[in-house]
């Protein structure tokens, strides 16, 4: 049955529950708390269970576990899922299960001296409380009792996941309710099914998370109590476990707890360090999202996994990248050119990718004395590229010119009068002119590159991996200078127009029938954006009309 949207708050602020509330929540009850665990499959149509980060891949075990009931109506809530108008072809991914008291401890323990840092005003209980909103209070947190799980929707068939607005964990934003008004209409739609089709199931939503459910936990048995129970009824069905109290619960064979290494899927993975806050880093990650790699990154975790492909990312400073590469750290990175020759890179430069495009220029203020290259002996040049700027004015046979290094706000030496010229990265000039400097030289022409380290290019299970990357990458960099472009065209003047195109498209033009009418064609091709405005009127004289293009996704010559 379709989702009835109106009965989900549409505006409502969250009703957080708070963790006074569930320490009134009475313990569990021996026979239910004796249920056993089960291994969530990683793989297949169903529900699965990945974790998401490395953080959690340190986690107590290989692979995700809940209650034997938890799994049942995950299961369960998965098939409802399918039912759905526009889900059929999705499933749930559970992303976290249980998780050992400890674990919980240690993460609680961060996040609550972070919060004390924030707010040294509040009181103790305020900062629990506080706290408790991102991360569950540990003496009655639901994770620890394998009632509770963080899911996502995943689209199977276009090996993505739905759009939820936000992160799983994306602990910074403010809009982890379901019912956010500060998301897209799509993200909301999709955090009300995945919590329709969840509560359909009996399980206990977290208001202040759209991921987080449970069953059987404090939270879950406050969230039916508050719905109508009464007093008695205010009691969780499973209690915590320790790590080592789960080994004793009986496994069936059936779902016997996998080790890592019997888990065959992806066992080689090749890591991939990108820029972890600034510049590159929205382009990078959109780049890998075009080209189908779906990244979790949980803005805390500094490696994610791809879930779709054998890749892993690391974030870390851009500065660091190259090195990284170059020594096996990372065996893929995606930096800038200006970093990979700044640090001397020793990985190969495998693609251009088009993005970060900017200059390493010399700029001296305004009306400087400095008129030829020669004027700089015995100035003072402030940057933060010494090796590029050395190289530079060794070329140049400039000699006595003092390099200062500054890490940042390069620009401004020469007003405190820390410099008389500088060495900096410029896109648009603008932050040069605000600071009265004009460019003088440009050393270096720099943008994004993908680079690989050497040995890792001669392993055969990661160079593999590494050829599937580029092409894919490859495949997306082609495909969005490219349109798909339909046009109507008089019949017999399509022969002239698939001459004027040729050499300008992919592939053969495809001419199609027009509906009702006999003198008409409809023309396909796919071309440059480019051709296609450069050749727009030319077409006009041939007949040509209701020109329509759109964007492709991808090419695979
Ligand atoms: P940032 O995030 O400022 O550390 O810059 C990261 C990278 O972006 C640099 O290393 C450059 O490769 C590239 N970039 C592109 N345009 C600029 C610019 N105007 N200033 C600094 N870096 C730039």
Excluded at 84 to 99: A, E, F, L, M
Aim: aromatic residues 8%.
């Amino acid at each position: 049955m379709p989702i009835d949207y109106s009965e989900n708050r549409p505006k409502a602020a969250p009703g957080l529950v708070l963790c006074r509330d569930l320490l009134s929540v009475t313990e569990h009850d021996g026979q239910t708390d004796s249920e056993g665990f089960y291994v969530i499959p990683s793989s297949g149509d169903g529900v699965i269970g990945r974790f998401f980060t490395l953080r959690d891949m340190e986690n107590d075990t290989p692979n995700i576990i809940v209650r034997k009931t938890v799994y049942e109506k995950l299961c369960k809530a998965d098939r409802a899922l399918k039912q759905q108008p526009g889900y059929k072809n999705c499933q749930i991914i559970v992303t976290y299960g249980y998780r050992s008291p400890a674990i919980q401890r240690a993460i609680w323990d961060q996040f609550y001296a972070e919060k004390a840092a924030e707010h040294p005003d509040l009181t103790e209980e305020e900062l629990r409380e506080e706290t408790h909103r991102i991360i569950a209070l540990p003496e009655v947190a639901g994770h620890p009792t394998g009632g509770a799980v963080d899911v996502i929707i995943f689209d199977l068939k276009k090996g993505r996941f739905l759009d939820f607005g936000t992160d799983i964990g994306e602990f910074e934003s403010k809009n982890m309710d379901y019912a956010s008004d500060m998301i897209p209409e799509i993200a909301r739609k999709n955090r009300q099914t995945l919590r329709a089709v969840m509560c359909g199931q009996g399980f206990a939503p977290y208001d202040g998370d759209w991921w987080h459910f449970s069953y059987g936990d404090k939270e879950w048995a406050f969230y039916m109590y508050s719905r109508g129970g009464n007093e008695a009824e205010k009691k969780a069905l499973y209690r915590q476990k320790e790590k080592s109290e789960i080994s004793e619960i009986a496994y069936s064979d059936k779902f016997k707890l996998k080790t890592a290494e019997s888990e065959p899927e992806h066992k080689v993975r090749v890591r991939l360090a990108v820029q972890k806050d600034g510049r590159l880093t929205e382009e990078t990650l959109s780049i890998l999202r075009r080209s189908g790699i779906e990244i979790n990154q949980d803005r805390r975790g500094f490696l994610a996994r791809a879930e779709n492909f054998p890749l892993e990312v690391l974030f870390v400073r851009d500065d660091d990248i190259s090195n990284l590469v170059d020594a096996g750290v990372a065996d893929l990175g995606i930096v800038g050119e200006n970093i990979y020759w700044e640090n001397d890179g020793k990985s190969a430069i495998k693609k251009h990718l088009g993005f970060g495009k900017c200059f390493l220029a010399l700029a001296v203020p305004k009306g400087s004395d400095i008129r030829t290259l020669q004027d700089l002996s015995g100035k003072r040049i402030a940057t933060s590229h010494r090796r590029l700027t050395a190289k530079f004015l060794k070329e140049r046979e400039v000699r006595g010119a003092k390099i200062i290094d500054i890490a940042g706000s390069v620009e401004i030496a020469p007003l405190i009068g820390y410099a008389d010229a500088i060495v900096d990265l410029v896109s648009t000039g603008s932050s040069l002119r605000q600071n009265n400097l004009e460019v003088f030289y440009n050393i270096l022409n720099s943008q994004s590159i993908l680079i690989a380290n050497r040995a890792a290019e001669k392993n055969a299970a990661k160079s593999e991996i590494i050829e599937r990357l580029t092409e894919r990458i490859d495949s997306y960099l082609v495909a969005r200078r490219y349109k798909r472009v339909i046009m109507d065209l008089p019949k017999d003047r399509c022969g002239e127009v698939c001459d004027l195109l040729a050499g300008l498209v992919i592939g053969a033009p495809a001419v199609l029938p027009s509906y009702g009418s006999g003198n008409w064609a409809a023309l396909q091709v796919t071309m440059e954006i480019s051709a296609l405005w450069d050749n727009t009127a030319e077409l006009k004289k041939y007949g040509a009309a209701n020109i329509v293009f759109y964007d492709v996704e991808g090419v695979v010559k």
